[in-house]
């Protein structure tokens, strides 16, 4: 995952959190990587680009 789609997600996130109300809850972004040899859950994968 490249740091313009890292952006992106962090600002769709920051923008649904605003829209929801939510202001009181940190940001975290897991990943799921699938492949042939199996699937992959990266916890806590990057920060929040838009407040680092």
């Known amino acids: 995952m490249d740091s313009r789609k890292r952006r ?3 600002k769709l996130a920051r923008f ?5 109300g939510i202001t009181d809850k940190d940001v ?6 699938v ?6 859950l990266i916890k ?3 920060p929040d680009e838009n407040t680092a």
């Open 8 to 10: 992106k997600l962090s």
């Open 16 to 20: 649904y959190m605003l829209e929801n």
């Open 28 to 33: 975290r972004f897991d990943v799921v990587e």
């Open 35 to 40: 492949s042939r040899e199996g699937i992959n």
């Open 44 to 46: 806590n994968a990057f």
